[in-house]
């Protein structure tokens, strides 16, 4: 499989990014970086360093948009840390970036191999709307999407109704989720019970390798967070379930195929991403995504744990 990534490291984007080089079937062509967790300046500084520390060293790092279509960026250090990775310094690298922006290399790379390139996104999606405003075919020319974003029939976890990807740039998600790529939305509906807990940091603490050394530590900052946000010990693993869902869409045990939106103009509502969960939903509307609501943990989680041995 080749995959190119867009994401904003970030803990979570870090693992996925750990799950994805450790499978040798799948070449990751490019990874472009975006803010999010972090600046962009930061999250292209953690990509590389990670692709390193993960011996992809040679995978082409991108760097992409430094602000939302719209609105200001809302950064995320309260969760991932000043650096995006918790505190924890990752050994310097000399900078592997190259000079086309990551919506520019995404577009190049697709018109190459047209219908072979999946795209894993990871972060707030306006790269992904750059490159459809470059590349109108872009849906025609990649093979599958999958997003880390949304919430459905969940709870938000940067309003009572919007995910942190979603509500950064609600313009860029509207405009991806609206253009008819095959996608599949992997939202907070199954990521909030994805959840990595002490007893499985245990598991992962015993692991001899280097990447398990690290993300042990990227975990323990995050755990510690997301102890305060759930009220028990333990983390959701938002971007490596979307990165096991698209190596294995088999992990998704039941979902929906339907059209979804982005609320950009409600008052306590913008950002929110609307399913319509009827039974025929309105004729005319928009292409459908594919929306998993139960995913096999159990397997993801012991999966994630080989992938870091």
């Known amino acids: 499989m080749r995959v190119f990534v867009d994401c904003d490291p970030g803990i979570d984007d870090a693992l996925a990014l750990a799950?994805?080089?450790a499978d040798s079937s799948v070449e990751i062509v490019g990874v472009g970086t975006v803010y999010g967790n972090s600046s962009v300046e930061?999250?292209?500084?953690?990509?590389?360093?990670?692709?390193?520390?993960?011996?992809?060293?040679?995978?082409?790092v991108a760097a992409g948009a430094a602000r939302p279509l719209v609105q200001q960026p809302r950064l995320a250090a309260h969760v991932h840390g000043t650096n995006g990775l918790g505190g924890i310094e990752?050994?310097?690298?000399?900078?592997?970036?190259?000079?086309?922006?990551?919506a520019e290399v995404l577009v190049r790379l697709a018109r190459s191999a047209p219908g072979e390139i999946s795209v894993l996104a990871l972060g707030p999606l306006t790269n992904l709307a750059l490159a459809l405003a470059l590349e109108p075919r872009l849906p025609q020319l990649v093979d599958r999407v999958v997003v880390m974003g949304g919430a459905v029939r969940?709870?938000?976890?940067?309003?009572?109704?919007?995910?942190?990807?979603?509500?950064?740039?609600?313009?860029a998600a509207e405009a991806v989720l609206g253009a008819g790529f095959n996608l599949t939305l992997v939202a907070l509906d199954v990521t909030m019970r994805a959840l990595a807990t002490e007893?499985?940091?245990?598991?992962?603490?015993?692991?001899?390798?280097e990447r398990a050394s690290y993300a042990h530590r990227f975990l323990t900052y995050y755990l510690d967070w997301y102890t305060e946000f759930l009220g028990r010990r333990a983390c959701p693993m938002h971007d490596p379930l979307a990165a096991a869902v698209l190596l294995d869409p088999a992990l998704v045990t039941e979902s929906v195929t339907v059209p979804v939106q982005v609320e950009l103009t409600g008052t306590y509502t913008r950002g929110m991403t609307v399913a319509d969960l009827r039974t025929r939903p309105e004729a005319g509307s928009r292409d459908p995504v594919v929306l998993p609501t139960e995913v096999d943990v159990p397997e993801f989680l012991s999966r994630m744990l080989r992938a870091l041995a």
């Open 90 to 102: 990752l050994p310097a690298v000399e900078a592997a970036t190259v000079s086309e922006s990551a």
């Open 199 to 209: 007893p499985w940091l245990e598991e992962l603490a015993g692991l001899a390798s």
């Open 19 to 21: 799950y994805l080089a």
């Open 154 to 171: 969940a709870p938000g976890n940067v309003t009572p109704w919007a995910e942190a990807n979603v509500n950064n740039d609600p313009e």
């Open 42 to 60: 930061t999250t292209t500084d953690n990509a590389v360093r990670l692709l390193r520390l993960f011996d992809r060293p040679d995978v082409p």
